[in-house]
């Protein structure tokens, strides 16, 4: 049987590991939801990223952030070590490139949570990802959990409000909304789209 090269440029290219990047407002679920999705125990990998922020108490180095000072983060960010990185809430955040690529060589689909400004700068290197914006299931909601968490201050607490009402604005970044209500829901839901992005057909 004779295939066309078209045939076979869709065929080698459809079957590609996907890049999804996850994003929404400081205190929508981002981590929540994706100790879930790693529960589902898929073969996804979920990039690891740099920050100059403090560690939490129930936070883990290497696991859930690379806490790193900022003078190292900036000599990283120099030697071009991030995919992208972004200043936020006086705290710098990175993504390291050499993760992103080595699981997208091995095949794997890679999951990258960051905020707005991350997805635009993601955005700006001509990679093919699929945006999901996590969003709260009420302006309500949002600041009653950022209250409960009880890391930061009223003032910071007002200006993480305003910045989600600036961030929901920009969800036309997005290929995809996924709302919050609840963490199972969420869950599924992404795993639903990542299941759809691997069934889309690339042109390279």
Known sequence: ??????????????????????????????????????????????VVTATTRVRRPSEIDGVDYFFLGKDKFLELHGQGMFLESAEVYGNWYGTPKASVFDALDRGQDVIIKVDIQGVSNIN????????????????????????????????????????????????????????????????????????AEQSRIRMP
């Open 1 to 46: 049987m004779i295939v066309s090269d078209k045939a076979m440029m869709l065929d080698s290219n459809y079957k590609k590991p996907v890049l999804i990047i996850l994003s929404g407002p400081s205190g929508v679920g981002k981590d929540a939801v994706l100790n879930r999705l790693k529960q589902m125990d898929r073969d996804w990998y979920f």
């Open 124 to 195: 700006q290197t001509g990679l093919s990802v699929a945006c999901i914006f996590l969003m709260p299931p009420s302006l309500g909601e949002l600041e009653r959990r950022l209250t409960i968490r009880q890391t930061e201050t009223l003032s910071d607490l007002a200006l993480r409000m305003e910045n989600a009402v600036k961030e929901i604005d920009q969800m036309h970044l997005f290929d995809y909304v996924v709302i919050n209500d609840d963490i199972d829901k969420a869950a599924s839901d992404i795993k639903s789209i990542i299941t």
